[in-house]
T-cell receptor, first 113, second 112 residues
């Protein structure tokens, strides 16, 4: 069964540093998403991406965040100048059609120290 | 903003029993709903979905019921198995949008 692959599975970074979280969506999917889940809290939407541009973003997704699809297979989330409160699980997801549910990756656990 | 909440944060059931997990949603404009299962250390896994023009949908061992009048969603798992132990989230969206709004989650524990 096709999978969304995320790397690394765990990232530890110093506060103020930049991190890039990587995702390989399912190959025939056109819609890409980033969500995050702070420990013990809800899964929260960050951003959706389609046709090489952001289609929707939440208020969490401020200027500190950016997304990119640098080639035909990868989809990245960059967090500039990380803060302690950025510590969370970050999930990438993709879908063939936004009228249907997504396939989520296993997540990257980001720990900011 | 939208709010998706679950009535019970934890649920324990005996293996073989049926489980019912409930969810309340507040946005009457939501027209597409999904139940996700999340096992420890993994991402949410799609279980079953339902659109607002339906009130019931069945899958393998799972049934989702939608009551739009009271904005309530439930997930029924038949003959619950130890492998069903996980956190279950309901998520809602308006089909014209891109994002899903997730509930807090219910932790289901199956007792062998």
């Amino acid at each position: 069964e096709p999978e969304v692959t995320q790397t690394p599975s765990h990232q530890v970074t110093q506060m103020g540093q930049e991190v890039i979280l990587r995702c390989v969506p399912i190959s025939n999917h056109l819609y890409f998403y980033w969500y995050r889940q702070i420990l013990g809290q809800k899964v929260e939407f960050l951003v959706s991406f389609y046709n090489n541009e952001i289609s929707e973003k939440s208020e969490i997704f401020d200027d500190q965040f950016s997304v990119e699809r640098p080639d035909g297979s990868n989809f990245t989330l960059k967090i500039r100048s990380t803060k302690l409160e950025d510590s969370a699980m970050y999930f990438c997801a993709s879908s063939e059609d936004r009228r249907y549910g997504y396939t989520f990756g296993s997540g990257t656990r980001l720990t900011v120290v | 903003g939208e709010s998706v909440g679950l009535h019970l944060p934890t649920l324990s059931v005996q293996e073989g029993d049926n489980s019912i997990i409930n969810c309340a949603y507040s946005n009457s404009a939501s027209d597409y709903f999904i139940w996700y299962k999340q096992e420890s250390g993994k991402g949410p896994q799609f279980i079953i979905d339902i659109r607002s023009n339906m009130d019931k949908r069945q899958g393998q061992r799972v049934t989702v019921l939608l009551n739009k009048t009271v904005k309530h969603l439930s997930l029924q798992i038949a003959a619950t198995q130890p492998g069903d132990s996980a956190v279950y989230f309901c998520a809602e969206t308006i089909n014209t949008g891109n994002q899903f709004y997730f509930g807090t989650g219910t932790s289901l524990t199956v007792i062998p």
